[in-house]
Every structure is written in structure tokens, then in C-alpha cells.
């Protein structure tokens, strides 16, 4: 049972966003739990939620009910000086397009002293803090270099070390390899896995990619803004001692008491509308809606 403080807790997250008279719910209820070192994708279709969530998290928005904490801080009740404090301390960001993450003229060493010094890092330190940073995410190399001089993998490891500057409590990534090969994509992975189990940074990925989720051992589905699935992973050891990977896919039912069928289930089984529920003594069971017989049509 768990019983530490959750690093990212949402529940029951809901955001509206309101156009031209036109209300569209982005997140129907959306409950998350993450708890402190834990590194998690998030993995969704276009228009599921994820993006909504991941800028809620970030403090860049606010939800429209809802709970969200972040490392013990209320987002539904922090001031705009709160907000910025939280982005600048509790936070590290990367974002999809690599051209947002660095400052395009200055050096990968640079930009990192550029963050230290507004986080109040003493001048002195900021040069061997960026290089024990860029080493750590394996771009040492890079640290003379401008974002047009690095590769695109490259330059999401370099933005890596910049959003760890500040030493967060959380990092946060929206699709950071949705702009790289498969080369990169899998460098740039394997750097955030390293961060996490080398720090024991919580560390959450949103993105489309299903790849993503093989590098992590934990992958939460959204779907129509909420939560639908969770896949975890882990290792074990069969009886001729060969070492296993296995994968195990879990519904997430709500507090309500709802879950969400994967849509693989739904199309086999031909469920739509009404389904029958029967409860056995060690199972719900999930049938169609199957039509009555003459002898129900009485009853």
C-alpha cells in the first residue's frame, strides 16, 4: 500500500476552455497519481487531454475544477508571483520544438548559466554546475556549441540540463522527441532514464508516441480527457533462471466507479450502448446487450 506524499496528484481534473460561445471540455475528470521518483509516460491520441494536463501541471494554466498538486503546491490556489516562483524552481519544462528550448545565440554552457543566474546560483559555481549537467546528459561535448551547430537530439539533452538547473522536483516533458529520428528519439530516452534513476527525479512524459512507453515502466492512457488505462512494467525471473520482461495492462476505474474499455475489447465483443453486467464471486463479467426473449419480454 502507498503511503508517501504522491509527487503529481490530480483528481477528478477538469479544464473548459470557452470560444465564439462554444464550450469544449478538455479534461472530463481526469484523475493521476505519481509518486516521488516514479518516471511515467502519458499517451494519448490528438485532442485526448494530454497536452491540457501537461500545461496545467506546468503552471502555465489552471484548471476549471478539479484538484491538481505538484510537489505539496496547490495549483488551484497559487498567486501569478506563486505561479512564477513554481515555474522557476519546483518545474523543469522541455518542450516538442527544440527551438523553444534554447536561447539560439548563445552556447549549450551559456544558455545553462543564463538559468543558474536567475535562480540565484553564485557566479563562481554556474560553469562547473552546466558542465556536470551537460556530462551527465552525455552532451559535454557540446558545451562550446550553439543550437545550430548541435544536432536535434543534441539539443533536447542540452534543454534536458537546462530544465534541471534549478534542481526541480518534477520534470516535465511535452513530446520531446516528436521532432527526431528514431536514433535520437531512442538517445534522448534513454538520457531521461538516466536522469531519473541518477537523481530520483520524478519525470513525466505526454506523448502520441507509443514507442515512448517501452523506455518507461509505468504508461498512462488518456482518452476523451481521462485516464482510460495503465500499463506497468517489470522484470522477473523465470524457473530456469532466464530474466523476463513483462508488460501488464490495468483499467483505471474512477471514484465514481467508471472505467474505460480499451477500444479493442469494445470492437471484439461488439459492445455499444447498453452492456449487461453480471458479478461473480471473483469477477465482474461484461457482456453485449444481447436482445430478450419472448419469455423475458413479460417479465
Not at 543550437?147 to 534543454?159: I, K, L, N, T
Not at 513530446?175 to 537523481?199: F, I, Q
Not at 506497468?232 to 530456469?240: G, W, Y
Amino acid at each position: 500500500m502507498t503511503t508517501a506524499t504522491p509527487h503529481i496528484l490530480c483528481t477528478d481534473l477538469v479544464r473548459i476552455f470557452a470560444a465564439k460561445g462554444v464550450e469544449v471540455q478538455a479534461l472530463q475528470g481526469l484523475t493521476l497519481r505519481v509518486e516521488p521518483g516514479e518516471l511515467t509516460a502519458v499517451v494519448g491520441a490528438s485532442g485526448s487531454g494530454k497536452s491540457t494536463l501537461l500545461t496545467i501541471l506546468s503552471g502555465l494554466d489552471g484548471p476549471t475544477a478539479g484538484r491538481a498538486q505538484v510537489a505539496g503546491h496547490d495549483l488551484m490556489t497559487m498567486t501569478e508571483s506563486e505561479r512564477v516562483r513554481y515555474r522557476r524552481e519546483t518545474v523543469g519544462f522541455v518542450r516538442q520544438q527544440t527551438s523553444r528550448n534554447l536561447v539560439p545565440y548563445l552556447t549549450a554552457a551559456e544558455n545553462l548559466e543564463l538559468v543558474l543566474g536567475i535562480g540565484g546560483h553564485p557566479r563562481r559555481s554556474r560553469r562547473s554546475r552546466a558542465d556536470a549537467l551537460l556530462d551527465l546528459l552525455g552532451v559535454l561535448d557540446a558545451r562550446d556549441r550553439r543550437p545550430a551547430e548541435m544536432s536535434g537530439g543534441e539539443q533536447q539533452r542540452v534543454a534536458i540540463a537546462v530544465a534541471l538547473a534549478n534542481e526541480p522536483d518534477v520534470l516535465l516533458a511535452d513530446e520531446p522527441t516528436g521532432e527526431l529520428d528514431d536514433r535520437s528519439t531512442a538517445d534522448v530516452l534513454e538520457a531521461m532514464r538516466s536522469v531519473n534513476e541518477e537523481l530520483g527525479l520524478t519525470t513525466l512524459i505526454v506523448t502520441h508516441d507509443h514507442e515512448v512507453s517501452r523506455h518507461v515502466r509505468r504508461t498512462v492512457q488518456i482518452r476523451d480527457g481521462r485516464t482510460s488505462t495503465e500499463v506497468l512494467r517489470r522484470t522477473a525471473v523465470d524457473h530456469e533462471g532466464v530474466e523476463q520482461h513483462i508488460a501488464e495492462e490495468f483499467a483505471v476505474l474512477d471514484r465514481v466507479g467508471r472505467l474505460q474499455l480499451p477500444a479493442d475489447y469494445v470492437e471484439a465483443l461488439g459492445l455499444s450502448d447498453r452492456v449487461r453486467l453480471a458479478l461473480e464471486p471473483d469477477r465482474v463479467e461484461v457482456r453485449p446487450d444481447a436482445p430478450r426473449t419472448d419469455g423475458e419480454a413479460g417479465a
